[in-house]
């Protein structure tokens, strides 16, 4: 069963475009939302994360929108470039050891 | 980057033959993990570490083991490889327990099993 769901499972944005990419979650345990970026060949790196008393989180480019009642957090990558093309990973943590992924988005924005 | 050391990075085996692979840290991290990514199911905990020879399984341990004998290395053993579990592995670690706490993925490990 899956803990987090994401979804697209695929994005093809032109340059200068908004990603997004939409995660949600049943439970109410998880306490941190964070999002990893996968470049070919390489692990998963912490991009940014957010806290679920918190519903928007921004750095730079990425934001995060959090709904906490409808269990739903999202990522949106602003004026996409090239260079943003990737996998990117939903995940939710409890207070405890274990980080849940989610299914993986991949991203190819367009020159 | 964090010091994370995957090894091998490829492998090929045999079905039914064991194979181990190796993590290793220098950052002194608490918590080591062991994942496998595979595509339409992102990545999967197989098991994880929370101090030395303190382990326990996550959601798709069957089939693996895993032991910590040192606080900087992790290691993942396929019992009897088959071939569900040709996969990529990745090692992460994380400083400490609790919410805020960033986990540090190694490069991975492919393995396949023939």
């Known amino acids: 069963q899956q803990q987090v769901k994401q979804s697209p499972q695929s994005l093809i944005v032109q340059k200068g475009g908004i990603s997004i990419i939409n995660c949600a979650y049943e439970?109410?345990?998880?306490?941190?939302f964070p999002w990893y970026q996968q470049f070919p060949g390489k692990g998963p790196a912490l991009l940014i994360a957010i806290r679920p008393d918190v519903s928007e989180k921004k750095e730079g480019r990425f934001t995060i929108s959090f709904n906490k009642s409808a269990k739903q957090f999202s990522l949106h990558i602003m004026d996409s470039q090239p260079g943003d093309s990737a996998t990117y990973f939903c995940?939710?943590?409890?207070?405890?050891?274990?980080?849940?992924f989610g299914t993986g988005t991949r991203l190819t924005v367009i020159p | 980057d964090a010091g994370i050391t995957q090894s091998p990075r490829h492998k090929v085996t045999e079905t039914g033959t064991p194979v181990t692979l190796r993590c290793h840290q220098t950052e002194n991290h608490r918590y080591m993990y062991w994942y496998r990514q595979d595509p339409g199911h992102g990545l999967r905990l197989i098991h994880y570490s929370y101090g030395v020879k303190d382990t326990d399984k996550g959601e798709v341990s069957d089939g693996y083991s895993v032991s910590r004998s040192k606080t900087e290395d992790f290691l993942l053993t396929l019992e009897s490889a088959t071939s569900s579990q040709t996969s990529v592995y990745f090692c992460?670690?994380?400083?400490?327990?609790?919410?805020?706490?960033?986990?540090?993925f190694g490069q991975g490990t492919r393995l396949t099993v023939v």
């Open positions: 439970n109410t345990a998880f306490d941190y």
């Open positions: 992460a670690t994380r400083g400490r327990q609790g919410v805020n706490t960033e986990a540090f």
């Open positions: 995940a939710a943590q409890t207070g405890a050891n274990n980080l849940f």
